[in-house]
């Protein structure tokens, strides 16, 4: 009866809503429970090193056209399907860039006499292409309105990722061995979820269109941008302050963090509703 004065389609921004609630609460959470396992558990300066290699890699990412999940949520919303395997592939391919300038970043490194941080970014080459492009899979539940499944799946993966660090973390403060828990950890149910919505994929069309491709690039370009302004400070702090500094400052905006995530909900509820109107 709402929707007469709202002119919104309110029962589906509760259903739509209550996933993205809960998913949000839950990552929350999971963020608050593994920050205070690293501050009890794990040296401020080791804490520093780790977070400064995960705002390194978060960067590399961002090489692998993170705006195609975008484009991509847009093509299945429009009836597109197939477009998921090209989705992938076109992120994987760019996501080389990423792995490149990580091992860049591991000879700079290893020049320089840190062999900590050389091995933490040849960690990161390996898993850059395809880490964040398994993700792919969120674009296109997004297309489909599935928000139950993008939760459900977003749940999972960081449970399964904070339990693997909270057990490493128990027999371990190697850095390295926590990067590389980390990377794999989530790679791994990623690709779960990944080949599991393969499976349900239409192939009504393999190819993304041309349109679709320069739209995602945009996105992309853009993307990049705010992910450098997201994660330069901690790079910065890292170089003239020190792993301890950052450690303390990595802390202090936990909470931030989440809250400017949660607004986010409301674009991703909205965009496929406006990739299907009349008036775009």
Same mark, same amino acid.
């Given at each position: 009866w709402s929707q007469q004065y709202t002119k919104t389609d309110m029962s589906y921004l509760a259903r739509g809503g209550f996933w993205l609630s809960i998913s949000q609460v839950v990552r929350a959470l999971s963020g608050l429970a593994l920050a205070v396992a690293f501050a009890n558990l794990l040296p401020k300066e080791t804490y520093g090193v780790y977070r400064f290699i995960l705002s390194g890699a978060a960067i590399l990412a961002a090489t692998g056209f993170s705006g195609l999940n975008t484009a991509l949520t847009r093509a299945v919303a429009q009836g597109n399907y197939g477009a998921y395997f090209s989705v992938f592939k076109e992120r994987v391919k760019w996501g080389v860039l990423g792995a490149l300038g990580a091992l860049g970043g591991s000879l700079y490194y290893a020049l320089n006499g840190n062999d900590t941080l050389s091995l933490a970014f040849l960690i990161i080459a390996v898993f850059t292409p395809y880490?964040?492009?398994?993700?792919?899979?969120?674009?296109?539940?997004?297309?489909?309105?599935?928000?139950?499944?993008?939760? *459900?799946?977003?749940? &999972?993966?960081?449970?399964?990722?904070?339990? /693997?660090? %909270?057990?490493?973390?128990? +027999?371990?403060?190697?850095?390295?061995?926590?990067?590389?828990?980390?990377?794999?950890?989530?790679?791994?149910?990623?690709?779960?979820?990944?080949?599991?919505?393969?499976?349900?994929?239409?192939?009504?069309?393999?190819?993304?269109?041309?349109?679709?491709?320069?739209?995602?690039?945009?996105?992309?370009?853009?993307?990049?941008?705010?992910?450098?302004?997201?994660?330069?400070?901690?790079?910065?702090?890292?170089?003239?302050?020190?792993?301890?500094?950052?450690?303390?400052?990595?802390?202090?905006?936990? *909470?931030?963090?989440? &809250?400017?995530?949660?607004?986010?909900?409301? /674009?991703? %509820?909205?965009?496929?509703? +406006?990739?299907?109107?009349?008036?775009?």
């Amino acid at each position: 009866w709402s929707q007469q004065y709202t002119k919104t389609d309110m029962s589906y921004l509760a259903r739509g809503g209550f996933w993205l609630s809960i998913s949000q609460v839950v990552r929350a959470l999971s963020g608050l429970a593994l920050a205070v396992a690293f501050a009890n558990l794990l040296p401020k300066e080791t804490y520093g090193v780790y977070r400064f290699i995960l705002s390194g890699a978060a960067i590399l990412a961002a090489t692998g056209f993170s705006g195609l999940n975008t484009a991509l949520t847009r093509a299945v919303a429009q009836g597109n399907y197939g477009a998921y395997f090209s989705v992938f592939k076109e992120r994987v391919k760019w996501g080389v860039l990423g792995a490149l300038g990580a091992l860049g970043g591991s000879l700079y490194y290893a020049l320089n006499g840190n062999d900590t941080l050389s091995l933490a970014f040849l960690i990161i080459a390996v898993f850059t292409p395809y880490s964040d492009a398994l993700n792919v899979y969120t674009g296109y539940r997004s297309g489909l309105k599935d928000f139950r499944y993008g939760a *459900i799946s977003e749940i &999972i993966i960081r449970v399964g990722g904070a339990f /693997a660090l %909270l057990g490493t973390l128990f +027999f371990t403060h190697n850095v390295l061995l926590l990067v590389f828990v980390y990377f794999s950890a989530y790679t791994v149910l990623r690709l779960a979820f990944f080949l599991h919505t393969a499976r349900s994929v239409k192939h009504t069309d393999t190819k993304i269109s041309k349109e679709t491709l320069v739209y995602g690039r945009h996105l992309s370009v853009m993307y990049l941008m705010s992910t450098i302004a997201a994660h330069a400070d901690k790079i910065v702090i890292f170089h003239f302050a020190g792993a301890t500094a950052l450690a303390a400052y990595a802390f202090a905006i936990i *909470i931030p963090d989440q &809250i400017r995530t949660s607004i986010k909900n409301i /674009a991703v %509820l909205a965009f496929p509703k +406006f990739s299907t109107s009349e008036f775009r």
